[in-house]
């Protein structure tokens, strides 16, 4: 009987058969360069969080999740091109009402506000993002990433309070 594969063999299973994931996920869905991603997504995937449990038969167990993972990219965006409207070129309507100054001004603390979510701590950042730009809630980050919902609260928390102290739009709201 062969015995279950601790979770660093998962890695080195997927390291020897890449090649023959990628084609798996390649075959049944679009082009190379996507099986690519999700057979890179499930490896990092893997790293952040190992299984809990032996996997007896890991490259099975590596083709089940690429394949799942594949389909979730599918149906995200399924839903996306249901939300959004593919046009060819933006509308022109408010680039006559701008000021110059104004456009640069929000450029600017735009990419002041970018500069301090990627400072932030790793897992504040995540659970700030899955938050407040995916609109998960705090109980289906804590089930994403395998934290209690206190522990995403208290890092989105963590995150909200160093935007506040940091960004300036936010420093003048506080007062």
């Given at each position: 009987?062969?015995?279950?594969?601790?979770?660093?063999?998962?890695?080195?299973?997927?390291?020897?058969?890449?090649?023959?994931?990628?084609?798996?996920?390649?075959?049944?869905?679009?082009?190379?360069?996507?099986?690519?991603?999700?057979?890179?997504e499930?490896?990092?995937?893997?790293?952040?969080?190992?299984?809990?449990?032996?996997?007896?038969?890991?490259?099975?167990?590596?083709?089940?999740?690429?394949?799942?993972?594949?389909?979730?990219?599918?149906?995200?965006d399924?839903?996306?091109?249901?939300?959004?409207?593919?046009?060819?070129?933006?509308?022109?309507?408010?680039?006559?009402?701008?000021?110059?100054?104004?456009?640069?001004?929000?450029?600017?603390?735009?990419?002041?506000?970018?500069?301090?979510?990627?400072?932030?701590?790793?897992?504040?950042?995540?659970?700030?993002?899955?938050?407040?730009?995916?609109?998960?809630?705090?109980?289906?980050?804590?089930?994403?990433?395998?934290?209690?919902?206190?522990?995403?609260?208290?890092?989105?928390?963590?995150?909200?309070?160093?935007?506040?102290?940091?960004?300036?739009?936010?420093?003048?709201?506080?007062?």
């Open positions: 009987m062969q015995s279950a594969a601790p979770p660093s063999t998962l890695i080195d299973v997927l390291a020897q058969h890449y090649d023959e994931l990628v084609d798996h996920v390649r075959r049944r869905f679009r082009d190379r360069g996507f099986a690519r991603e999700v057979v890179h499930v490896c990092v995937e893997l790293l952040e969080r190992p299984p809990s449990q032996a996997i007896h038969t890991p490259l099975a167990f590596l083709r089940h999740v690429s394949t799942h993972r594949a389909i979730d990219w599918c149906r995200a399924q839903a996306r091109g249901a939300v959004f409207e593919s046009v060819a070129e933006p509308p022109d309507i408010h680039v006559h009402l701008e000021d110059g100054a104004a456009a640069l001004d929000f450029r600017q603390q735009l990419e002041a506000l970018v500069a301090i979510v990627e400072a932030l701590p790793p897992r504040a950042r995540q659970c700030f993002l899955l938050h407040r730009i995916h609109g998960m809630t705090h109980e289906a980050i804590a089930r994403e990433i395998g934290v209690t919902r206190s522990m995403v609260t208290q890092h989105y928390n963590r995150a909200m309070d160093r935007i506040a102290l940091q960004w300036e739009p936010a420093r003048s709201l506080r007062g």
